[in-house]
């Protein structure tokens, strides 16, 4: 199955986060926080979106950061994603 975003929306697929800090301590499970990176997976056509013309700044495999508490999340196929709008992204990695 593949996802196929409508309108301004972003389907992201979350980095996967360390399991050790940069001193060396491993983390368990619960206590590990998820990072705001992602990879973009595929991006939804833009278009008019409540009257305004949305031009779709990312692309597929861009590495961006998201806002902590945006989009919704969906698994499919076993896989973890997240749907956002575009505006919800707050920059892209190079």
């Known amino acids: 199955m593949k996802l ?3 309108g301004d929306r972003v389907v992201l ?7 050790t800090t940069k001193s060396g301590i491993v ?3 619960q ?5 705001q990176q992602a990879e ?3 991006v939804g056509p833009g278009g008019v979106i409540d009257g305004k013309e949305v031009k ?3 692309k597929e495999k861009d590495l961006v950061i998201y806002s902590k508490y945006s989009g919704t999340e969906v698994k499919v196929d076993d896989e973890e994603y997240i ?3 575009q ?4 920059a892209i990695l190079q």
């Open 4 to 6: 196929v975003p409508l």
């Open 13 to 19: 697929k979350q980095l996967v986060a360390d399991e």
């Open 27 to 29: 983390l368990p499970g």
């Open 31 to 35: 206590n590990k926080e998820k990072p």
């Open 40 to 42: 973009v997976v595929a």
């Open 56 to 58: 779709m700044e990312v």
């Open 83 to 85: 749907i956002c709008r």
């Open 87 to 90: 505006s919800d992204i707050l």
